[in-house]
């Protein structure tokens, strides 16, 4: 395994002192708890496979009862989920798990970490899942974590058999296992050995469960309270943990609060087995290292007499204690970071505009404010080093300038997505940012304050602020970008034949006086109209719309488009794509300027679509592209309209799960069918359900899924309208499909329905549940278990053709 080493090493920073872009002000219990905390060394690290694995009453409990240093370690970043809040998929759902994760952190003051693992989709085993990852290398980012990290009890989710319900479940237990053991042998992953130390955790358990109809835990194992209330906080574990949890909003798991008691139970996985407490045999004292006797005694003294109506009196001792520690081990950010929230310091480096181009200069607001009271008797002075910028600190008044900084040449991308990736595994060239939740600090400022004779050196990334009329103040990452971006419309496009396509294309600038030139490359023999696109944009932030013509030639079928942008004489290839919702800070990233392209033959038949919007999906936007006429259509106009003018109907995934008037819709619907229409219904969970009945005809879901996006499938009504118009299927139709073949599929199915197809996956039964249709009245329904919402955004040309048939009323 080879990297490069970029290293300005890179620590794992505590986050309970820190906030995604902005300086964490803390109240005087936070303090008080963060004085405490100072008290006790030693860590835990938590392991399992996604986001919503983690235990976060657990976490909870760890980081804010016991106080140790706590750590969540997801295997992936939930990206082969769906997505309840909107239509982000893969490496998109991922970025906003990440952000959801940092989010429930920030609340329950564990950190997050990752390793290198794509979450592929749902995995049955763990053979599979290591086969995919490779899990070599997966094993090498848990063990680096650990060695880095260096905690004295790892914790496990989930068990190491079929109990753990997925296989990248289990195969986290069993990495987590194999890597408490490796992290501590020298002859394993040694090129880690430069850069950090073999580490041997005293043990390793598994926090076993009752959930999901399977209840692992039993009265023999360890068990803890975790249900406990921090008065300082105002708030039990429970209540925190849900608070925490409830971040996790692309997957709907809003929790309700948990009060009182609540046991967690353990199973010792392998190291010195604990009889009746987790941390049997662990000295997470002070004094578990030599030499601290009088850092002990100096810190029983700041907590026995911290004021609470006056923390900043609290500052001289503080401030001998970093002395005393200066040469030690010990929690030296929080112990500054405390003495900034004692004093009542606020720092801050915001950007006066939200993005800048590559190396371009950046205009900074430096602003700090000292609210320790005129009354406290130590100088305070604030300058910021790079710049050389003294602010002139009065008690209670801010201090601000505006000073020019040194662009940067990186972008603002995160690291795990600067390079293409294969399946298993994201593309990570510096070992230094493996496990990481996101970029190390880029563009950044670095003050200096001094109090009294002690220095305290902060280095904050450089933001963007600004104040909404509704949500108030709003912070954002500072964006770094390319100077021009050019994004094409579609991920894919699917060309009918030899007929051309107009492709557009959505220019911005984020520097002045933008002249270029656009050129697309297409696949061979392939031609465009015109050969090359030039652009001038006058103004940092103008957009334009380009466009061109494709059109296929020769014997390729498919391949992608990339677009060369030249600006003053460089290339780039750069998209744009901003994701945006209120519960995460804004992220920008630049994909590549590319999209797939597939010639296909494709016949439709009807034009008129109806779509009711479910969780989110991408079908509207395909169906448009391949000629339909697709309508949005509100609960208010499929109710109070009339819906025979539409060819057919389709609901988006989980619509039966999300939408709150389908029990009034489903019976207009049902109307739309027998007198004609077609509707087709989209995947949904088994539960919770708005309605029983889906369809005119009984069925149930199912839990049923075909993970292998190869798997073989038979076709049962060859007969059937489906695969004859108005295109004809063959089982090549169900060739080069991606993640998966469907999810949720049907069972107990009344003899009204014809199941289309048998799929299943390698060494299992086969399931007629993915697709079926019947007649109803003079119309036909269609449910699909199929995971069109994935391959038609992918481009696949047999899912189009496919789902084409489904949606025509048929001969």
Known sequence: ????????????????????????????????????????????????????????RLLAYLAKEKKVRTGYLSLTRGDGGQNLIGNEQAELLGLIRTQELLAARRIDGAEQFFTRANDFGFSKNSEESFKIWNKAKVLADVVWVIRKFQPDVIITRFPEDSRAGHGHHSGSAILAREAFSAAADPKQFPEQLSFVKPWQAKRIVWNTFNFGGTNTTSDDQLKIDVGGYNALLGKSYGEIAAESRSNHRSQGFGSSRQRGGGLEFFSSTAGDKAGKDLFEGIDFTLGRSEGYADVQRLLNEINSEYQVSDPAKSIPKLLTLKQLVKDKAFKKDLLDNLILACAGIWLEGAAVNPSYALNEPVRVRLQAISRAGKSFGLPISVTEITTGTLLDLQPNQLASKEVNIAGSDRLTQPYWLESPHVLGTYTVDSLANIGLAENPIGLSIMFKITIGDQEILKRMPVVYKYTDQVRGELYQPLVIAPPVTATITEKAFIFNGNQPKVISIQLKCFKDNATGTVKPNLPAEWKSSPENLTFKLAKKGDEQLLTFSVTPYGSINGGKILLDVIVDGRKYNYGLRIIDYDHIPEQTLFPRAEAGVEKVDLKLAGKRLGYIAGAGDLIPQSLKQIGYDVINLTEDQVMNSDLSGYDAIITGIRFYNVNEQVKSIQPKLMKYVENGGVLLVQYNVNSPLKIDNLGPYPFRLSRDRVTEEDAKVTILAPDNSAFNYPNKITLKDFDGWIQERGLYFVTDVDQHYTPLISINDTAERENNGALIVANYGKGKYVYTGISFFRQLPAGVPGAYRLFVNLISAGK
Do not use: R, W
């Not at 708890?33 to 100072?38: A, C, I, K, M, V």
């Not at 060394?41 to 986001?51: M, R």
């Open 1 to 56: 395994m080879k990297f490069k080493i970029y290293f300005s090493f890179v620590l794992f920073l505590n986050p309970f002192l820190l906030c995604a872009q902005q300086m964490q002000q803390l109240n005087a219990a936070e303090i008080k708890q963060g004085l405490e905390n100072l008290n006790v060394t030693g860590s835990v690290l938590y392991i399992a496979a996604h986001p919503d694995d983690e235990n976060t």
